[in-house]
C-alpha cells in the first residue's frame, strides 16, 4: 500500500441491524421482499410476491445489505436512503447500519465487491469464500479505511472510471449491433441484385438432402467427431467440443450417406434451428441428434454459395422464421426443407458473389476477434482500478 491507511475491523464502522418484520406484515403482503442482489451490478432485486418458508430480517433505507452466501461473487448492495419503506430479506442476508462519521458508504460499497476484500476474506474467514458470511465473521475482517475525505475522493475518482468503461462498453456493443446488422442488410442485398437468376426449390440443387438417425450415439473416448447442434455454428462446425464415436458406430450413422468436403450440415430442430456449416476437407465426421445434411450438386451450384445463401435473411428470415412462427418446438422437416426457395445464379456469378461475401466475412471475423479482446479487457480494467484504489494508488 502506498498510503500508510489504518486497517480498521468492520465491527468499528458497521453495525448489524437486528430488526425483524412483523408476521402480520409479512403475511399481508405488507412490506417488499428481496429476491436476490445482481453479482455484476450490486443492485437489489425485488420478488413479485410475499410468500417466505425462511426467517426473515428488516432492511432500512440507508442500510448496506450483504449476501450471507454471495458476498464474494458481488452480491452486496446498498438500499438507498431515498426510498421510504423498508424491505425484508432472509436471513442468508445481513443488514448493516455504516457509522456515517467514519465511512462513506459507497467507499465500502466498492471496497466489500473488490478482489482487495476477496483476499481479505480469504485470509481472515475460516473456510474462506465458501464459508456463509454471518456477521460473527464478517464484522471482525480488518479492511483499509482512509479518511472520510480521502474515501469521498476515491469514490468520485472510481464512478468516473466506471461511468467512462460503461460507455466504452455501450458503444462497443453498439458497433457489434450495427456491424451485425451492415452484414445482414448486405447479405440480402447480394443475392436480390444478382444479374441473371432463377428461383428453383431446394431440393433442385441439392444431389442428396441427408437426415441424422433418430437414435443416440455411442460415444467413445477417442474417434471420430459426431456433429450435434451445439456443435453447429453460424457458418463453421466445432469438431473440438464435438463428442466422438468408435468406427463402428461411425459407419453405422453414416449408412445413409457419409459427409464429404462442401457438404453442408444444419441444425433442423431445438434451439438454433436453421444453423449451418460446412464439411471441410480433411474433415471426417458423422451425424448426431437434431440435425441433417445437404450435398450440393456442384454442376449446379458451388458449396459455399449454398452455405451463404442458407444464411441469408432470405431463407433464415423469409422462410425459416415464417415457418416457425408460434411454434413451440422449433423444427424442419425434410418435406419442407426441399421446397425451399432458392435464388440460383450461372457458376461463374457465384464464384463472384462467394469470394465478396467471404472477403466480407473474414473482416467480420477479425473485428470479432477485437471485440472479443477489448471485452475481456474493458472486464478487467474495473477490478484493475479497484486494486490501485483499496491500495493507495488511485
Not at 203 to 217: F, Q, R, T, Y
Not at 288 to 306: A, D, I, Y
Not at 328 to 353: C, W, Y
Request: net charge positive; aromatic share 6%.
Amino acid at each position: 500500500m502506498s498510503r500508510p491507511w489504518a486497517m480498521v475491523p468492520l465491527e468499528e464502522i458497521l453495525r448489524e441491524r437486528q430488526e425483524v418484520p412483523s408476521a402480520e406484515v409479512l403475511a399481508n403482503g405488507g412490506i417488499r421482499i428481496v429476491a436476490k442482489i445482481g453479482f455484476n451490478d450490486g443492485k437489489i432485486q425485488l420478488r413479485n410476491g410475499s410468500e417466505t418458508k425462511t426467517g426473515m430480517i428488516l432492511v432500512r433505507p440507508g442500510d448496506l445489505l450483504i449476501s450471507g452466501i454471495n458476498a464474494a461473487k458481488g452480491a452486496i448492495a446498498i438500499y438507498g436512503e431515498e426510498n421510504t419503506e423498508p424491505i425484508a430479506a432472509t436471513i442468508h442476508y445481513g443488514a448493516y447500519i455504516p457509522n456515517k462519521s467514519r465511512v462513506e458508504v459507497r467507499f465500502l460499497w466498492w471496497l466489500l465487491r473488490s478482489n482487495t476484500f476477496r483476499d481479505l476474506l480469504l485470509r481472515y474467514v475460516p473456510g474462506g469464500i465458501k464459508t456463509e458470511l454471518k456477521a460473527k465473521r464478517l464484522l471482525p475482517i480488518p479492511v483499509p479505511l482512509p479518511s472520510v475525505e480521502e474515501q469521498r475522493r476515491i469514490v468520485a475518482k472510481v464512478e468516473d472510471l466506471a461511468a467512462k468503461i460503461e460507455e466504452a462498453r455501450r458503444l462497443r456493443n453498439q458497433s457489434v449491433n450495427e456491424s451485425e446488422a451492415l452484414a445482414h442488410s448486405i447479405s440480402r442485398k447480394v443475392f436480390r441484385d444478382t444479374g441473371k437468376f432463377c428461383l428453383v426449390q431446394l431440393k433442385e440443387v441439392c444431389s442428396e438432402i441427408i437426415d441424422c438417425l433418430h437414435s443416440n450415439p455411442i460415444y467413445s473416448e477417442l474417434g471420430i467427431p459426431t456433429v450435434r447442434s451445439p456443435d453447429v455454428g453460424w457458418g463453421k462446425l466445432f469438431l473440438k467440443s464435438a463428442k466422438k464415436t468408435s468406427e463402428q458406430e461411425y459407419r453405422r450413422r453414416t449408412s445413409r450417406g457419409e459427409p464429404k468436403p462442401g457438404d453442408i450440415i444444419l441444425v433442423r430442430e431445438g434451439g438454433g434451428t436453421g444453423k449451418a456449416g460446412i464439411v471441410e476437407e480433411g474433415q471426417r465426421i458423422s451425424l448426431g441428434q437434431r440435425v441433417m445434411q445437404l450435398r450440393p450438386n456442384k454442376e449446379k451450384v458451388l458449396p459455399r454459395f449454398l452455405l451463404h445463401q442458407w444464411l441469408s435473411p432470405l431463407i433464415q428470415e423469409d422462410q425459416i422464421g415464417e415457418m416457425m412462427k408460434g411454434s413451440a418446438s422449433p423444427h424442419l422437416n425434410i418435406g419442407s426443407l426441399k421446397k425451399f426457395n432458392f435464388i440460383l445464379t450461372p457458376i461463374e456469378e457465384q464464384r463472384h458473389i462467394v469470394a465478396y461475401l467471404d472477403r466480407l466475412q473474414a473482416k467480420a471475423d477479425v473485428l470479432k476477434a477485437l471485440q472479443t479482446q477489448t471485452t475481456a479487457e474493458l472486464d478487467a480494467l474495473l477490478p484493475s482500478i479497484l486494486g490501485k484504489a483499496f491500495n493507495g494508488d488511485l
